[in-house]
């Protein structure tokens, strides 16, 4: 029958042949949490204590039914290994319960985003988180119809069937009308090419729910593709407001207001995304040195040097950001601390050499040019640089 309900699973029955993964920095929140799903039955629990590190267990050790993450910890918060989770397609259907001390409207917004099941408050007694984990797995098991017609046409979405797919969420928009329809009914039509349509339906879901992040999300996007950057900057500055906590937001922000020629704005809003993904820093100063800020990302860069992001890789582009503005002797510096760390990187070399090359040393380029060549004989760029130093030097 259509309507049949599968047997309610037992917390003990879920998790048999599986795992638990439990997050938190604090041995002693780990051992708790621990003790409480033993005795829910759960045989298995791996543990971590921090976000780096749970996403390599999720990643090494297959079979994760639930996901435990403490919201704060270090080197990678609950929420930001949460949004890793997500975005890999390998484990990005694993349940994520997290785990904080409170939680205010902002971080309500931004789990919901995210896309995690559900949140717990500390301190909780094990009625509760074994409430709150039974619930996630009935709605896994059970879901409404309506989500299950939703996830039809999701799939109708990716097999390219976009007429099939919007009849379908229009059917569901008869069921419950909300603001999550009408944004699948929007990314629907903006497939079909029917931008103003689109564009209707991403107002109409801010209009009913106020707090719909991902209406002002999708609407930004739109007027982004179409070249409409005053409008998206409006509607990524309430989504903000809404949720602060999004380093990707700040970024497209970040990038609009350089735009526009307003530095000291762009700055507020690159700094706010390394507030909340420290990552970034390189990704922004990558950004800058694409479009001609090389005073800029080169602040950025040694911003991330600080951080111990990405080193090597962070040295040679600091050292490209300074070559730009003329500091080739600088740049000369951070390759020779750069080569301290890795003496075998050819990337190095041959920028040292580029760097010696605008000071006019022929000689030293040459030098390094050869040492790029001695540890990968193959790098054509070397080859290149010393076949036209030997026609200069030829004459």
Request: hydrophobic share 40%.
């Amino acid at each position: 029958m259509a309507n049949e309900i599968t047997k309610k699973l037992t917390i003990r029955d879920y998790f048999k042949g599986g795992y638990v993964l439990v997050a938190d920095d604090m041995p002693n929140m780990r051992r708790t949490l621990k003790n409480m799903l033993k005795q829910m039955g759960v045989e298995t629990v791996l543990e971590a204590d921090d976000g780096t590190t749970a996403l390599e267990t999720l990643q090494n050790n297959a079979g994760c039914k639930f996901a435990l993450l403490d919201w704060n910890m270090p080197r990678m918060t609950g929420i930001n290994a949460a949004k890793e989770i997500r975005a890999n397609e390998h484990i990005q259907d694993t349940p994520i319960l997290l785990i904080t001390a409170e939680v205010e409207n902002h971080q309500v917004a931004q789990a919901g985003e995210v896309g995690v099941n559900g949140y717990v408050i500390k301190p909780f007694i094990l009625k509760t988180l074994q409430d709150k984990i039974q619930n996630i797995i009935d709605a896994r098991q059970n879901p409404p119809e309506y989500i299950k017609l939703l996830k039809q046409g999701e799939e109708l979405i990716r097999r390219g069937q976009y007429g099939e797919a919007l009849h379908l969420f229009k059917q569901v928009q008869e069921m419950k009308e909300s603001s999550r329809i009408h944004v699948q009914i929007g990314e629907t039509f903006e497939l079909l090419g029917e931008f103003d349509k689109a564009h209707a339906s991403y107002t109409e879901a801010a209009r009913q729910n106020g707090k719909f992040l991902k209406a002002y999300i999708k609407a930004a996007d739109l007027h982004l593709k179409r070249g409409n950057e005053e409008e998206a900057l409006e509607l990524l500055l309430q989504a903000t407001t809404i949720s602060p906590g999004n380093a990707d937001r700040h970024i497209a922000i970040g990038k609009i207001y350089l735009n526009k020629g307003n530095e000291s704005k762009a700055h507020h809003a690159f700094s706010a995304a390394i507030r909340h993904e420290s990552k970034r820093t390189t990704e922004i100063a990558e950004e800058l040195l694409r479009i001609g800020k090389a005073e800029l990302a080169e602040q950025y860069f040694r911003q991330s040097l600080s951080k111990q992001v990405d080193v090597i890789n962070t040295y040679n582009r600091l050292g490209i950001a300074l070559r730009r503005q003329g500091k080739w002797k600088e740049a000369i510096k951070e390759y020779e601390i750069a080569i301290t760390i890795d003496p075998h990187d050819e990337g190095l070399y041959f920028n040292m050499a580029k760097s010696y090359l605008e000071g006019e040393n022929r000689e030293l380029a040459e030098k390094f040019f050869k040492k790029a060549l001695q540890i990968n004989p193959g790098l054509t760029a070397a080859k290149e640089e010393l076949a036209i130093l030997k026609k200069a030097r030829d004459g």
